[in-house]
């Protein structure tokens, strides 16, 4: 199986930029779609982005089109999401998730998740 823990999460003004990252350990990280999930405080969690095993083929939320971009380093076993041009409605705690395979899995497939971090962001 594989270990994961997401950083770079913190308190950021409005229209701020962060990059947060998602370190695996374990088994081989190249074989595992990654995707970023997120959940606001009271509200379900909901899907951001996902990136395939090599990093040819990403998805994404409607919602943050635009302003959100994944990619991946699979020499250091890291995923990236860049968010730029933060809003307050962008504050939630922050998953990363992963499932070993080719492609892009479903939102409700992924097997392994890390403990999230906090983004908060302040009008």
């Known amino acids: 199986q594989v270990q994961l823990v997401e950083s770079g999460g913190g308190l950021v003004q409005a229209g701020g930029s962060l990059r947060l990252s998602c370190v695996a350990t374990?088994?081989?990280?190249?074989?595992?779609?990654v995707g970023w999930f997120r959940q606001a405080p009271g509200k379900e969690r909901e899907f951001v982005q996902a990136?395939?095993?090599?990093?040819?083929?990403?998805s994404q939320s409607d919602r943050v089109k635009g302003r959100f971009t994944i990619s991946r380093d699979n020499a250091k076993n890291t995923v990236y999401l860049q968010i730029d041009n933060l809003k307050p409605e962008d504050t939630a705690v922050y998953y990363c998730?992963?499932?070993?395979?080719?492609?892009?899995?479903?939102?409700?497939?992924?097997?392994?998740w890390g403990p999230g971090t906090q983004v908060t962001v302040s009008s």
């Open positions: 990136i395939s095993r090599s990093g040819s083929s990403t």
């Open positions: 374990g088994r081989t990280f190249s074989n595992y779609a």
């Open positions: 998730a992963a499932k070993e395979g080719p492609g892009l899995p479903a939102s409700t497939r992924y097997d392994y």
